[in-house]
Nanobody, 120 residues
Framework: QVQFAESGGGLAQPGSSLRLSCVAS?????????????MGWYLQAPGKQRELVAT???????TYADSVKGRFTISRDNAKKTVYMHMNSLRPEDTGNYYC?????????WGQGTQVTVSS
């Protein structure tokens, strides 16, 4: 298995927080191999194209889309082959399916994503 597995989504009220997780499981992904990749979280909002919202490089440099800057934090734990995204001050426009993948993304690695719905 080469796909990433996302979790942690759900229904959240505006202003609340969620933490998403993404695990690289299967024999394809060793810790050392995983650690060499820049990783990102991508959002596919309803009716829109999938967009990259947060990136963390192999050396831990983080970048964010303007829409989430100051509210979302991406992190990684290479020993667990896991990428996280802490989402604070959630807004209705954060609603969508969140995926993780390498940056740039690679087709075979797309998983099912995790749905986040922000609504009162």
């Amino acid at each position: 298995q080469v796909q990433f597995a996302e979790s942690g989504g759900g229904l959240a009220q505006p202003g609340s927080s969620l933490r998403l997780s993404c695990v690289a499981s299967g024999s394809y992904w060793s810790e050392s191999f995983f650690s060499t990749f820049s990783m990102g979280w991508y959002l596919q909002a309803p009716g829109k194209q999938r967009e990259l919202v947060a990136t963390i490089t192999s050396i831990g440099t983080m970048t964010y889309a303007d829409s989430v800057k100051g509210r979302f934090t991406i992190s990684r734990d290479n020993a667990k082959k896991t990428v996280y995204m802490h989402m604070n001050s959630l807004r209705p426009e954060d609603t969508g399916n969140y995926y993780c993948n390498t940056v740039p993304s690679q087709g075979p690695f797309w998983g099912q994503g995790t749905q986040v719905t922000v609504s009162s």
